[in-house]
Protein backbone atom coordinates (compact mmCIF):
# COMPACT_ATOMS: atom_id res chain seq x y z
CA UNK A 1 0.00 0.00 0.00
CA UNK A 2 1.51 3.25 -1.14
CA UNK A 3 -0.14 6.95 -0.29
CA UNK A 4 0.48 10.34 -1.34
CA UNK A 5 0.46 13.87 -0.51
CA UNK A 6 0.48 16.48 -2.78
CA UNK A 7 1.64 19.77 -1.58
CA UNK A 8 3.00 23.23 -3.05
CA UNK A 9 0.00 24.54 -5.69
CA UNK A 10 -1.22 27.65 -4.97
CA UNK A 11 -2.07 31.41 -7.29
CA UNK A 12 0.45 32.54 -9.79
CA UNK A 13 0.37 34.68 -12.60
CA UNK A 14 0.96 33.81 -16.30
CA UNK A 15 4.94 33.43 -16.54
CA UNK A 16 5.53 32.49 -13.08
CA UNK A 17 6.86 29.39 -11.64
CA UNK A 18 5.90 26.37 -8.11
CA UNK A 19 7.19 23.82 -7.23
CA UNK A 20 5.11 21.05 -6.33
CA UNK A 21 6.07 17.78 -3.76
CA UNK A 22 4.44 14.59 -3.48
CA UNK A 23 5.66 12.82 -0.30
CA UNK A 24 5.05 8.87 -0.41
CA UNK A 25 3.73 6.69 2.75
CA UNK A 26 4.76 2.84 2.46
CA UNK A 27 7.50 0.53 1.09
CA UNK A 28 8.21 -0.29 -2.09
CA UNK A 29 7.79 3.56 -3.18
CA UNK A 30 11.83 2.89 -5.01
CA UNK A 31 10.71 0.16 -7.24
CA UNK A 32 7.63 2.54 -9.07
CA UNK A 33 7.30 4.83 -12.14
CA UNK A 34 5.67 7.41 -10.15
CA UNK A 35 4.00 10.47 -12.04
CA UNK A 36 2.13 13.76 -11.82
CA UNK A 37 -1.31 14.29 -13.36
CA UNK A 38 -3.86 17.12 -13.30
CA UNK A 39 -7.37 17.15 -13.99
CA UNK A 40 -8.89 20.88 -14.77
CA UNK A 41 -12.26 21.23 -13.78
CA UNK A 42 -14.87 19.17 -15.98
CA UNK A 43 -11.78 17.30 -17.67
CA UNK A 44 -10.87 14.17 -17.26
CA UNK A 45 -6.97 13.23 -14.90
CA UNK A 46 -4.19 13.06 -17.70
CA UNK A 47 -0.63 12.74 -16.93
CA UNK A 48 2.01 15.74 -17.03
CA UNK A 49 5.13 13.68 -16.06
CA UNK A 50 6.86 10.64 -15.32
CA UNK A 51 10.16 9.67 -13.60
CA UNK A 52 11.59 6.26 -13.74
CA UNK A 53 12.50 3.81 -10.27
CA UNK A 54 15.97 4.98 -10.72
CA UNK A 55 15.27 8.74 -11.78
CA UNK A 56 16.99 7.60 -15.41
CA UNK A 57 14.08 7.71 -17.72
CA UNK A 58 11.58 11.16 -17.86
CA UNK A 59 8.22 11.93 -19.62
CA UNK A 60 6.81 14.93 -20.49
CA UNK A 61 3.25 15.38 -22.47
CA UNK A 62 3.82 17.80 -25.22
CA UNK A 63 1.86 20.53 -23.14
CA UNK A 64 4.64 21.21 -20.76
CA UNK A 65 8.00 19.91 -22.70
CA UNK A 66 10.68 22.37 -21.78
CA UNK A 67 8.94 24.34 -19.02
CA UNK A 68 8.11 21.25 -16.46
CA UNK A 69 10.75 19.72 -15.19
CA UNK A 70 10.17 16.24 -13.13
CA UNK A 71 12.78 14.47 -9.93
CA UNK A 72 12.46 12.23 -7.03
CA UNK A 73 14.20 11.33 -3.91
CA UNK A 74 14.07 7.50 -3.24
CA UNK A 75 15.67 8.27 0.64
CA UNK A 76 12.84 10.78 1.34
CA UNK A 77 10.06 9.07 -0.88
CA UNK A 78 9.35 12.47 -2.63
CA UNK A 79 8.68 13.05 -6.42
CA UNK A 80 8.78 16.76 -7.34
CA UNK A 81 7.70 18.50 -10.13
CA UNK A 82 9.53 22.33 -11.35
CA UNK A 83 6.73 24.30 -13.06
CA UNK A 84 8.45 27.15 -15.28
CA UNK A 85 6.50 29.60 -17.54
CA UNK A 86 3.38 28.97 -16.31
CA UNK A 87 0.13 29.22 -18.40
CA UNK A 88 -3.68 30.00 -17.58
CA UNK A 89 -4.20 26.33 -19.08
CA UNK A 90 -2.05 24.95 -16.52
CA UNK A 91 -4.37 25.60 -13.78
CA UNK A 92 -5.45 22.59 -12.81
CA UNK A 93 -5.58 20.24 -9.39
CA UNK A 94 -2.38 18.40 -9.31
CA UNK A 95 -1.82 14.73 -8.46
CA UNK A 96 0.88 11.98 -8.15
CA UNK A 97 0.96 8.82 -8.17
CA UNK A 98 2.28 5.46 -9.70
CA UNK A 99 2.45 4.91 -13.71
CA UNK A 100 -0.08 3.45 -14.42
CA UNK A 101 -1.73 4.40 -11.69
CA UNK A 102 -2.45 1.27 -9.05
CA UNK A 103 -2.80 3.07 -5.79
CA UNK A 104 -6.03 5.82 -4.14
CA UNK A 105 -5.60 9.15 -5.17
CA UNK A 106 -4.42 11.47 -2.69
CA UNK A 107 -5.99 14.90 -2.19
CA UNK A 108 -3.96 16.85 -5.10
CA UNK A 109 -2.74 20.21 -4.93
CA UNK A 110 -4.54 23.37 -6.91
CA UNK A 111 -2.64 25.01 -8.87
CA UNK A 112 -4.02 27.88 -10.56
CA UNK A 113 -2.52 30.66 -13.08
CA UNK A 114 -4.53 34.35 -13.20
CA UNK A 115 -3.61 37.76 -13.55
Known amino acids: QVQFVESGGGLVQPGGSLRLSCTAS????????VAWYRQALGDQRDIVASISSSGGTTFYADSVKGRFSISRDNVKRQVFLEMNSLKPEDTAAYFCNTKPSIWSWGQGTQVTVSS
Open 26 to 33: GTFFNVYT
